[in-house]
């Protein structure tokens, strides 16, 4: 009985044995084409250098062989090379046929953007000239049934953009463009069209701002006799033409037209300023608010509570001479 490492060398004999056998058989094969490739050496110099030495012929036919399976190696080489720069090109002229396709669609999905896009904007413009058509036939309605015209206000402000907006009132002489700049000397002796003018044109005070609650408009009292600017304003003196006239239109600037309600006419100087200033725009709180309104009520010639208390009010102001001399003012209070 064998023992286990006996086992394994008696295997691993069996294993060399083996190896050795197969190696000798690789051997004699390799040994048998060497001698093939020899015998077609010899032949081939035999048949092609007959008159030269054994060993130069066989030298030869070596050099020739070898330079052969060169060409044969470069010329498939070459081949395979050619073949894969005509696979390569071929990739190069879709890519290029692919970028040739992309710029045609491209193109034409521009033609279609552009088409697209100035058909949307002939709409876009169509639709404001609709709208600012609608807008115009409704403001001028709405300015037909309060009684008004129509203003032109692209004309308006291209002949002077100092314009604020347009002050009526219905059945008197009061009917102006009133404008306004940062000094309110200016258009006390110019007119609407800049032009120099001892008539003036009604201005709203400089530090006046289109949000505020008390709006103050100035305009200049020709005398006794006169009827432009605000010199008819005075006749708010007598209680009957209170009484009539007592609505006030003011527009804005492209704006429309809000009705105010004469509210109080007060005979004012400006000494009194300290006491109560007819040009506040705003109110701390209704504390301040109603402490001005009874000064007011107070003050006036003539009060009619409005209607409701106002959101917003105008101040129309000229020059009274009559009572305080030159210090004197003439005032028409109205709200909305």
Same mark, same amino acid.
């Given at each position: 009985?064998?023992?286990?490492?006996?086992?394994?060398?008696?295997?691993?004999?069996?294993?060399?044995?083996?190896?050795?056998?197969?190696? /000798?058989?690789?051997?004699?094969?390799?040994?048998?084409?060497?001698?093939?490739?020899?015998?077609?050496?010899?032949?081939?110099?035999?048949?092609?250098?007959?008159?030269?030495?054994? #060993? #130069?012929?066989?030298?030869?036919?070596?050099?020739?062989?070898?330079?052969?399976?060169?060409?044969?190696?470069?010329?498939?080489?070459?081949?395979?090379?050619?073949?894969?720069?005509? #696979?390569?090109?071929?990739?190069?002229?879709?890519?290029?046929? /692919?970028?040739?396709?992309?710029?045609?669609?491209?193109?034409?999905?521009?033609?279609?953007?552009?088409?697209?896009?100035?058909?949307?904007?002939?709409?876009?413009?169509?639709?404001?000239?609709?709208?600012?058509?609608? $807008? &115009?036939?409704?403001?001028?309605?709405?300015?037909?049934?309060?009684?008004?015209?129509?203003?032109?206000?692209?004309?308006?402000?291209?002949?002077?953009?100092?314009?604020? %907006?347009?002050?009526?009132?219905?059945?008197?002489?009061?009917?102006?463009?009133?404008?306004?700049?940062?000094?309110?000397?200016?258009?006390?002796?110019?007119?609407?069209? %800049?032009?120099?003018?001892?008539?003036?044109?009604?201005?709203?005070?400089?530090?006046?701002?289109?949000?505020?609650?008390?709006?103050?408009?100035?305009?200049?009292?020709?005398?006794?006799?006169?009827?432009?600017?605000?010199?008819?304003?005075?006749?708010?003196?007598?209680?009957?033409?209170?009484?009539?006239?007592?609505?006030?239109?003011?527009?804005?600037?492209?704006?429309?037209?809000? /009705?105010?309600?004469?509210?109080?006419?007060?005979?004012?100087?400006?000494?009194?300023? /300290?006491?109560?200033?007819?040009?506040?725009?705003?109110?701390?709180?209704?504390?301040?608010?109603?402490?001005?309104?009874?000064?007011?009520?107070? &003050?006036?010639? $003539?009060?009619?509570?409005?209607?409701?208390?106002?959101?917003?009010?105008?101040?129309?102001?000229?020059?009274?001479? &009559?009572?305080?001399?030159?210090?004197?003012?003439?005032?028409?209070?109205? %709200?909305?």
């Amino acid at each position: 009985m064998l023992l286990p490492f006996e086992t394994m060398a008696a295997d691993n004999r069996k294993q060399i044995h083996l190896i050795v056998a197969v190696s /000798a058989a690789v051997y004699r094969e390799e040994r048998k084409r060497m001698e093939k490739i020899k015998c077609f050496i010899s032949c081939l110099g035999e048949k092609l250098f007959p008159d030269l030495p054994e #060993k #130069k012929r066989r030298r030869i036919a070596v050099q020739i062989i070898v330079g052969i399976s060169l060409a044969i190696v470069c010329m498939a080489g070459m081949g395979i090379f050619r073949y894969k720069a005509v #696979k390569q090109l071929e990739k190069y002229q879709a890519i290029a046929d /692919a970028y040739a396709q992309l710029d045609i669609i491209l193109e034409e999905g521009r033609e279609q953007s552009q088409k697209e896009a100035a058909a949307e904007l002939e709409e876009f413009f169509s639709e404001m000239e609709a709208d600012a058509e609608r $807008y &115009r036939q409704e403001y001028e309605a709405e300015m037909r049934e309060k009684g008004l015209e129509a203003y032109d206000w692209d004309a308006l402000c291209s002949e002077n953009e100092d314009i604020k %907006g347009w002050l009526c009132i219905p059945d008197t002489l009061i009917n102006f463009p009133v404008v306004g700049t940062d000094d309110n000397a200016f258009y006390l002796s110019h007119d609407f069209t %800049g032009d120099k003018s001892s008539a003036g044109c009604p201005f709203m005070d400089k530090d006046t701002q289109v949000w505020d609650f008390n709006r103050i408009i100035y305009g200049h009292n020709m005398g006794a006799g006169s009827d432009a600017m605000f010199s008819t304003l005075l006749d708010y003196e007598k209680e009957d033409y209170f009484k009539e006239n007592r609505t006030i239109y003011f527009t804005d600037a492209y704006g429309s037209a809000t /009705a105010y309600q004469v509210m109080a006419v007060v005979k004012y100087s400006i000494d009194d300023l /300290a006491e109560w200033d007819f040009r506040i725009r705003n109110h701390e709180d209704m504390e301040s608010y109603n402490a001005w309104m009874e000064e007011l009520q107070g &003050r006036a010639l $003539y009060y009619e509570e409005p209607d409701h208390a106002p959101t917003s009010i105008i101040t129309l102001a000229t020059c009274d001479r &009559r009572v305080f001399g030159k210090n004197g003012r003439f005032l028409i209070i109205a %709200g909305n």
